[in-house]
């Protein structure tokens, strides 16, 4: 039986939690050879394939919670404070690269002060690093060095999050507003 | 009749222009203006000038109320830019009018020349308010855009949200239609038609003086046309992605904050969690850890020195027999017993006394015991025994 290239390393980064990105040569491989591998992840371990136009990742039935809200509490309150700063915080998270030294001046002057201290993976410089280093072995950011980082574009499954969340919110408040966003 | 000269007007409106302004943003936010709150500008500036501005025919009177004539509004809005946006209903009723005056141009083409001047020239002024309209509606909405980006009123996310929606649903997006060339529908693109016709009409029409009001509109036209052009480009290259991108940071910002009120209970998106797998049974890891633990419980193991097997000490009874027939007739068995062992061993072991006792079973000898005299005292290495005193002679002939 024949296997699609880069067979090994789709399987072993995806079942590692990685997310494989556009960028990365795999995601040819990944993407003309979708259905297979959906049904390759169904069968063998009873796992979803997720294939979107820039990225791909696995979901399992139970799924890494604690981690998943950790990320989403460091997006909404990085968004929240680049707002706060004047920035378009959607344009940052696409296209600048961040420093630790910057990330760090946002959550230690952060109204979600409660929140950052009570979170293991948030509440200092040295855990923030360390966190971004969890980012960075999952493909949702890409490190720079020790001292800068950026996105990849996995960065739109917390930011559709968002929006998704907002949409329900916004709803519920309104009824008459039919518009969908 | 206006009671004062034009320049007189000209005068007080540049003389109490501040007044007038005051008097123009009310009108701008209520639609109009109240007796107390006029009353109350004029008290501000310590200015009454009602009879002047009701003399020069600047407000009317609506009751007790008053509004702005609409020449003054319209100069007001012009001089502080300050427009108040068109629905694109209302701008749509341009399309009627021009399209109606150019069908009769068209059909009356070679009619009656004195009202196809008059046609051409009402075409040019509709025109003209129309593109003027478009105008006002661009530069108001990118004000308003902008005014929402700066946030100047302090919107929450969620309001930014309905405004920006509400911009792009009631105007930008339907203004834009309106002017977008590739819709077949477009005003827009009715002006080209007309532009057309017009342009052939301006070099052959056999009529001089329409050929020159021709020539004219045909001019106004191509400039109108590159007016609605650019307020189109404008609208699309930059009002609607500056308010797009407003409404979207804003949705997100909005479910972020929502989210950050309560992060613990909100229903995060799925991760993938790591696990080990494993080709056999899930259990396989419990039930092995299970096995290996009661191996991890701490005792202290003896190991028996496999030389002491050899010391072991085997009862010899031949020997012992024959050092107790020399002994013969004893006493008590149970002395000599004891003396024998101490003098070979030091000390006296148990299981080895016991081991002697075999003796008593031998043959050779008489056994003769007194039960009731009274036992005597053996101590070995591990406990005391009382023993009875057991006399032994010599029995038979060996």
Not at chain 1, 74 to 97: R, T, V
Not at chain 1, 111 to 125: H, R
Not at chain 2, 204 to 230: A, G, T
């Amino acid at each position: 039986m024949e296997f699609p290239r880069y067979h090994k390393e789709i399987v072993s980064d995806l079942m590692g939690g990685k997310f494989i990105l556009a960028s990365d040569q795999k995601f040819i491989s990944l993407k003309d050879n979708a259905a297979f591998y959906e049904k390759f992840f169904k069968e063998s371990f009873g796992y979803e394939l997720e294939l979107k136009s820039d990225y791909g990742f696995i979901l399992s039935y139970e799924t890494g919670e604690q981690l998943s809200r950790d990320i989403c509490l460091f997006f909404a309150i990085l968004c929240y404070e680049l707002d706060k700063d004047g920035k378009n915080f959607l344009e940052e998270i696409q296209y600048a690269e961040f420093e630790h030294e910057k990330v760090d001046d946002y959550f230690e002057n952060s109204a979600y002060a409660d929140l950052i201290n009570n979170n293991n993976q948030l509440k200092s410089g040295e855990s923030r690093r360390d966190f971004i280093r969890t980012l960075a072995r999952r493909n949702i950011v890409e490190r720079n060095g020790d001292q800068k980082f950026f996105f990849t574009p996995a960065y739109k499954v917390f930011i559709d999050f968002a929006a998704d969340f907002a949409k329900d919110r916004l709803q519920n408040s309104e009824p008459a507003l039919e518009e969908e966003y | 009749m206006i009671k004062a000269e034009p320049k007189t007007i000209l005068n007080f409106l540049s003389n109490y222009f501040e007044v007038l302004k005051d008097i123009f943003d009310v009108q701008k936010e209520s639609g109009q203006i109240r007796k107390e709150k006029l009353n109350e500008i004029f008290k501000d500036r310590d200015e009454n000038v009602l009879q002047q501005l009701l003399d020069y025919k600047i407000l009317k009177k609506l009751g007790d109320d008053f509004e702005f004539r609409d020449t003054y509004f319209k100069l007001f809005e012009f001089i502080l830019n300050e427009f108040r946006p068109l629905l694109p209903e209302t701008i749509q009723k341009y399309e009627r009018s021009i399209g109606v005056l150019f069908k009769k141009i068209r059909d009356g083409i070679n009619g009656d020349k004195l009202i196809l001047g008059q046609r051409i020239l009402d075409l040019h002024g509709e025109i003209k308010e129309f593109s003027e309209a478009v105008e006002k509606n661009t530069i108001r909405l990118l004000a308003e855009t902008r005014e929402l980006k700066s946030n100047v009123d302090k919107l929450d996310y969620m309001e930014k949200v309905r405004k920006a929606s509400f911009w792009i649903d009631y105007y930008i997006t339907p203004l834009n239609n309106i002017l977008d060339i590739n819709h077949a529908e477009s005003i827009t693109n009715k002006l080209f038609e007309i532009s057309n016709y017009v342009n052939i009409r301006r070099l052959n029409f056999d009529d001089e003086l329409i050929r020159l009001q021709f020539e004219k509109l045909y001019v106004f036209l191509v400039q109108s046309n590159d007016d609605l052009l650019r307020q189109s480009k404008l609208l699309t290259n930059e009002l609607l992605p500056l308010i797009e991108r407003i409404r979207t940071e804003s949705v997100i910002l909005t479910g972020f904050i929502e989210f950050l009120k309560a992060p613990h209970k909100a229903k995060v998106p799925k991760v993938f969690k790591v696990e080990r797998q494993y080709p056999y049974s899930n259990d396989m890891y419990l039930n092995a850890r299970e096995f290996v633990q009661q191996f991890l419980q701490d005792e202290t193991i003896f190991l028996e020195d496999p030389n002491a097997l050899s010391d072991k000490w085997v009862f010899n009874k031949d020997l012992y027999k024959e050092k107790l027939m020399q002994q013969l007739p004893l006493d008590s068995f149970f002395d000599w017993a004891g003396l024998t062992l101490r003098g070979e061993y030091q000390t006296i072991e148990t299981d080895k006394l016991f081991a002697l006792t075999a003796l008593l079973f031998e043959d050779g000898i008489s056994i003769e015991v007194d039960l009731k005299q009274e036992r005597s005292l053996i101590r070995t290495s591990q406990m005391n025994l009382r023993v009875p005193k057991i006399k032994i002679n010599r029995y038979g002939i060996s």
